[in-house]
C-alpha cells in the first residue's frame, strides 16, 4: 500500500532582510509522527526553510485521499523560519479512510503567490493509518471491542472491561485473540493476555475482563504518560490477523492511570 500526502501553506509571508527584494524561500517538508502523536490522533508537519530567506508560516494543511477532509494545523501565531531552521507543526487528523493507493499535490503560499510543494513522507505514516483503517474496518463488520471501564482488583491489579459488541446484521464471524500489553501495563498472564473468544454478528453483546498489573512504577512515567494505556488487540477475521489499536475514552485512559498509581502505592485507595 503506497500513500503520499501534500501540504498547503497559506499565506506564508516573505520577511525581507533588506529594502531590496529576496528570492521566495523554498521549503521542503516531511511527514512525521511521533511517540506523543499517537494517542491524541496526530501527525506534525515538519517543514525545513532551505534557502537564504526568511519566512513567515501563518496557515498549513495536510490532504491526502487518505483522510476524511483536509487535516489543518491550528496555528496559535505565525512561526518564521530563518534560513535552514526546521519547525514541526502539529496537525490533528481526521478520520482515516481505507484506501488501495493515495497520491496527492499542495500549495505554499509565499507572499500571495501559491507555490507547488509535495511532503515527503519515508516512514509511510500515511499508508501505516490506512492499513490500520482498512483492519479496523474489516474487524467492526464483525464486531466492536472498546475498552469500556477499569476498576481495582485483588492483589494491587486492576480489572479491564472490555466491551463486546457484534454487528446487528450481516455474516461472518472474528475471533478476538489476544489483548497485548504496553509500556506501562501488563497483564496477570505476561505480556500478552489471550482471549480466545469467537464472535459471529448478530450475537449477543457481552462483556471481557482482563487482569492488568504495572509494568512499571516510577512516579514520572506514569504522570507524562502518553501511550500506556493504548492496547492492542489482536484479531482473526476471514482467516487474516489483524492488530488495531483498542478503542478507549480519555476517562477511560484517566481512570487506568490513577488505578496504576494506585496499585503502585504511590497514591492511597481513598
Same mark, same amino acid.
Given at each position: 500500500m503506497v500513500a503520499s500526502a501534500a501540504l498547503t501553506l497559506l499565506s506564508a509571508a516573505l520577511v525581507a532582510c533588506s529594502a531590496t527584494t529576496s528570492p521566495a524561500p523554498s521549503l521542503d517538508v516531511a511527514l512525521v509522527r511521533q511517540r506523543g502523536d499517537i494517542a491524541v490522533d496526530r501527525v506534525q508537519l515538519r517543514v525545513t526553510n532551505?534557502?537564504?530567506?526568511?519566512?513567515?508560516?501563518?496557515?498549513?494543511?495536510? =490532504?491526502? +485521499?487518505v483522510l476524511e477532509v483536509p487535516a489543518d494545523w491550528d496555528a496559535e501565531r505565525p512561526t518564521t523560519l530563518a534560513p535552514g531552521r526546521t519547525v514541526d507543526l502539529p496537525v490533528l487528523l481526521p478520520a482515516v479512510r481505507c484506501v488501495d493507493e493515495a497520491a496527492a499535490a499542495g500549495t505554499v503560499t509565499i507572499d500571495g503567490t501559491p507555490t507547488t510543494v509535495s511532503v515527503v513522507d519515508a516512514l509511510h505514516v500515511l499508508?501505516?493509518?490506512s492499513a490500520t483503517a482498512c483492519d479496523q474496518d474489516d474487524l467492526e463488520s464483525v464486531v466492536r471491542v472498546t475498552a469500556s471501564g477499569a476498576e481495582s482488583g485483588p492483589d494491587g491489579s486492576i480489572v479491564?472491561?472490555?466491551?463486546? %459488541? +457484534?454487528?446487528?446484521?450481516? %455474516?461472518?464471524?472474528? %475471533?478476538?485473540?489476544?489483548?497485548? &500489553?504496553?509500556?506501562?501495563?501488563? =497483564?496477570?498472564s505476561g505480556s500478552e493476555a489471550p482471549l480466545n473468544v469467537t464472535v459471529a454478528? &448478530?450475537?449477543? +453483546?457481552?462483556?471481557i475482563d482482563v487482569t492488568v498489573v504495572p509494568q512499571r512504577c516510577d512516579a514520572h512515567a506514569i504522570a507524562e504518560d502518553k501511550v500506556g494505556t493504548l492496547?492492542?488487540?489482536?484479531?482473526?477475521?476471514? %482467516?487474516?490477523e489483524v492488530v488495531i489499536p483498542l478503542d478507549r475514552s480519555k476517562d477511560v485512559a484517566d481512570a487506568l492511570l490513577v488505578l496504576t498509581a494506585r496499585a503502585c502505592g504511590l497514591i492511597s485507595a481513598g
Open positions: 532551505t534557502s537564504t530567506s526568511s519566512a513567515t508560516v501563518t496557515a498549513a494543511s495536510l =490532504f491526502s +485521499p499508508a501505516r493509518l479491564l472491561h472490555l466491551a463486546v %459488541e +457484534p454487528a446487528r446484521t450481516g %455474516e461472518g464471524s472474528a %475471533e478476538l485473540v489476544a489483548l497485548r &500489553g504496553t509500556v506501562l501495563l501488563r =497483564f496477570a454478528a &448478530g450475537d449477543a +453483546p457481552s462483556r492496547f492492542d488487540l489482536v484479531a482473526r477475521v476471514d %482467516e487474516r
